[in-house]
């Protein structure tokens, strides 16, 4: 290993010769952005991979959350979890909505409906779940709920690219899903990220809404926003999906590794895989109990820290603990308790295509030893 530091994940990068034609094209075209071919491409690609009738490209997903938040005119409240990246939470306030944060699944580690019905107002109007770490929401549960109170539902899929349940892809369901193609994720395109939804008016109006709000060359119905993908962002993607299915095959190889070096260590929990659900292995989060363990996750950290492995604490703090989100309604830990129990004790071991498994064997034997 030497003192090259391990980070948490590390994008894969197919060799360099194979972008290069794509880059001429480009070049040649000097067509950078708005639409260009690169940019058709990959929607239609994406769409036949994953399976989805629809898919609107974005320079982010931030970016797209907040444009699927204007395409479905939510206002009032909207029920999240406190177990994601501020991301989720953020792209409500910007939109002019009150996140209202429900508790999440000691199992799942995502919110269903028996926690999502409880925090129900007459003001409530979404609900945005989080797919975590790519594990599936109960779709067909939330579903009904929203169907029972008349809310839209708008899944963060961030994490769930290529994620299926029987084999249908989670992002057909919900009314939108909002994927993420930051660096950091399964599959990428440098930044950039997408909108899925399911019927042509939706994705006409999504287009636009990320084009400032043209309707064709000199018409601006309404306030947009600028949230294109570029043409070497869409090259890229075109690239890395000729690569997905060996990337995603190598993260099972090694959240296979990891399950068997640490089975036997008590006081941790791992995730383990769900029937009839194909996984994209995005994340590998285990679970400390300090009690149990003989540390905690902080000390397990720093230890793996010190040895320039950098584990995450993903998701600590959990949103509802950061300043900005703090207010009297969150501030009883019982409120949220299985998000706050896993939160303090959650940590991400490092996961990616082409790490070494002399780095996966050492990383276990620094848990194992303590």
Same mark, same amino acid.
């Given at each position: ?136 929401? =109960? *779709?067909? $549960?939330?579903?009904? &709920?929203?169907?029972?109170? !008349?809310?839209?539902?708008? +899944? ?83 690239l890395y999906l000729k690569y997905i299915d060996l990337y995603i095959g190598k993260r099972k190889a090694v959240a296979c590794r ?5 089975? =036997? *260590?008590? $006081?941790?929990?791992? &995730?383990?895989?769900?029937? !009839?659900?194909?996984?994209? +292995? ?15 996750r902080d000390d397990v950290y720093e230890k793996l820290k010190s040895k320039n492995i950098y584990s995450r604490k993903y998701f ?55």
């Open positions: 290993m030497g003192n090259k530091p391990i980070f948490v994940t590390r994008p894969s990068l197919p060799p360099l010769e194979e972008f290069i034609p794509y880059l001429e094209k480009i070049w040649e075209s000097r067509i950078l952005t708005n639409n260009g071919d690169c940019h058709k491409q990959l929607e239609t690609k994406l769409k036949e991979y994953l399976g989805v009738k629809h898919i609107a490209l974005f320079c982010n997903g931030t970016i797209a959350l907040l444009t699927a938040l204007q395409a479905l005119r939510i206002t009032g409240e909207v029920i999240t979890t406190p177990f994601s990246f501020v991301a989720t939470a953020h792209s409500l306030l910007w939109n002019g909505n009150v996140p209202v944060f429900a508790d999440i699944d000691p199992i799942t580690f995502n919110i269903t409906p028996e926690t999502i019905e409880p925090v129900i107002t007459d003001k409530t109007t979404a609900i945005m779940p989080v797919h975590v770490y790519g594990t599936p929401c =109960d *779709v067909d $549960g939330i579903e009904k &709920l929203a169907g029972t109170y !008349g809310l839209k539902v708008i +899944y963060d899929a961030a994490h769930a690219f290529g994620v299926k349940k029987d084999s249908v892809s989670i992002l057909n369901y919900g009314d939108l899903s909002v994927l993420s193609f930051h660096g950091t994720k399964t599959y990428t395109t440098f930044e950039g990220g997408a909108i899925v939804c399911h019927d042509e008016k939706t994705k006409d109006r999504i287009d636009k809404l990320k084009n400032f709000g043209f309707a064709g060359e000199t018409k601006v119905m309404e306030c947009g926003i600028n949230g294109k993908m570029n043409e070497v962002q869409a090259a890229f993607g075109l990891y399950r068997e070096l640490l089975k =036997d *260590v008590g $006081g941790m929990v791992m &995730l383990s895989d769900i029937e !009839g659900v194909w996984h994209n +292995y995005s994340y590998f989060p285990i679970l400390i109990d300090k009690n149990e363990y003989g540390m905690s600590y703090p959990m949103i509802t603990d950061f300043p900005m989100y703090k207010n009297e309604r969150w501030s009883d830990d019982t409120t949220l308790k299985n998000a706050k129990y896993i939160s303090d004790r959650v940590l991400c071991l490092p996961i990616y295509p082409d790490i070494e498994t002399e780095v996966i064997e050492n990383v276990c034997q620094l848990i194992k030893d303590h």
